[in-house]
Each structure stands twice: as structure tokens, then as C-alpha cells.
């Protein structure tokens, strides 16, 4: 049986890792689509999170994100992602829009207060900064 405090100090480098992940990824770049709503993209992709998301493309605020059993996720999306009219065109060339089935893989970040990354109009607190997505069956 492990203990508490052991527990406790593996959450605490996971969110340690996260905070500096997210710190080293830099600013991500806001694209608007046609209807103005953002699409946050990451400046570089990298290995080390392995946090699963899937859900259905959605609005978070006037930012892109991914509704999710557990509730609505802002996305910082991967490097390469870009705005389309109503969506995104991802990486991979697959175009998805609002209420299509998305998935990937990442990691959850906490944005600082003190330099946040998203603007104002979309939710701020904690992101899944993705390093893949695509659309989901």
C-alpha cells in the first residue's frame, strides 16, 4: 500500500512538469475565424505529457476547445492547426467543425494570472496544451 504522501508528491511533480511545460512552450499564437471566435495554437510541440482527451469540438468562451464527459476544456491546439470558417483544419489535413468528434493527446496546464496566455473572452484557469489531435470516429 503506498502512502499518502507519496501520492501527494507525484501529483505535485506532474503539476510541477505541466506548469513547466507550459512555461516553455512560450505564448500560443490566437487565430479568428470568420464568426470571431479564437483558435489558441501552440508554438512547439514536444514529448513528456501523455493525458488523453476526446470529446466534441465545441466553444469555450469565444475560444475553440473540447466538450468532454468531464466537462468543457479550453485547447491550446498543436502547432500547424489552422482557422477555417467553421472549425479547424488540424494537422493532419482533417477538417472538423463545431460538434464533430475530436481526440488526442496532451497534457493539462495551468495558465499564470500573471502572464496569461488566452485572452480575456475565453475561460481562463487550466488548458489541455495538445501535442496531436484528430478527428474521432
Given at each position: ?31 479568428d475565424t ?45 502547432h500547424g ?57
Amino acid at each position: 500500500m503506498r502512502r499518502p504522501g507519496y501520492l501527494l508528491f507525484v501529483a505535485a511533480l506532474v503539476v510541477a512538469f505541466g506548469a513547466w511545460y507550459w512555461h516553455w512552450t512560450g505564448r500560443p499564437k490566437t487565430l479568428d475565424t470568420e464568426a470571431g471566435n479564437h483558435v489558441l495554437v501552440g508554438e512547439r510541440t514536444g514529448d513528456g505529457m501523455n493525458a488523453q482527451a476526446s470529446g466534441t469540438l465545441a466553444l469555450a468562451g469565444s475560444c475553440l476547445g473540447i466538450q468532454r464527459e468531464e466537462g468543457l476544456d479550453v485547447v491550446v491546439w498543436p502547432h500547424g492547426t489552422e482557422a477555417t470558417r467553421d472549425g479547424l483544419l488540424l494537422p493532419d489535413g482533417t477538417v472538423v467543425a463545431i460538434g464533430d468528434p475530436v481526440e488526442g493527446g496532451g497534457g493539462y496546464v495551468e495558465d499564470d494570472p500573471n502572464n496569461p496566455r488566452v485572452p480575456d473572452d475565453c475561460p481562463q484557469g487550466t488548458y489541455f496544451l495538445a501535442a496531436s489531435m484528430t478527428a474521432a470516429d
